[in-house]
DNA sequence: ATGGTGGCGCGGCCA
């Protein structure tokens, strides 16, 4: 079984890799985040016509997460306990028993900000979410772009980056907090290559450079993290025409 | 060189 996040920077765009991508990376599970199109506007029956379920939760411009699958998704959940937000971030589903949460965590824009405060809010939320999740699911995958660069091994100039937004100490210190409830970073299981990122700003020609973060994440439950085999990040879709400034994230599991 | 590109949607915001 495969499970990948994507932040697609607008499915209307990116449609095609998606399907493109599909066709070969054999995901049984897939993350999108960043659609930017309301509900009415999703190309549902495309997905389907590829061969996946899909739930998704969308709004006009911005935001907007989508789950594709390959069984039903179960359950659905589109928005944070407690947390009125008309902002679109989270898709919860349970698909062949686990349960898959979707996000696409606030960018933050600049440390300090009013937008920086509504992302360290918006992860107090989701951590307590988290919480409540994690007592009734014991196969539990939290995949999607998180905005944060957990430690300074995902940045390719981490003195750059020193205290800056997506790199900043109250940012690392939610991310592990999310790793003390008992989840695991996959990608960090394995062996990986240094200087491998997910996402490469699309000014200064950041990916021709490899100038890239590592923000988009696959955290399992303690029974999901034993039954991970392999994660790796696909860089091929940042190299194709017109791409998403981040690459698909993957993980295969075996039947636990 | 202290910027740059890209999406949305048509001026400016967001990343």
Redesign the pocket.
Known sequence: MKAATWNV??L??RLPHVTQWLRTAQANILCLQET?LVDDDFPASVIEDAGYHVAFSGQ???NGVATLSTSPPRDIVTALPGLDDPQRRVLAATIDGVRVINVYI??G?EVGSE?YQYKLMWLESLLAYLQLELKSHTQLMLLGDF?IAPADEDVHDPEQWRDKVLCSEPERAMFQQMIGLGLGDVYRKFDQEPDTFSWW????AGFRRNLGLRIDHILCSQESYAACVECVIDKAPRKWE?PSDHTPVVAEFVKP
């Open positions: 920077n607008s209307r765009v930017k006009k411009t911005y606030p960018n824009q937008k905005n700003d699309y000014r200064a017109r």
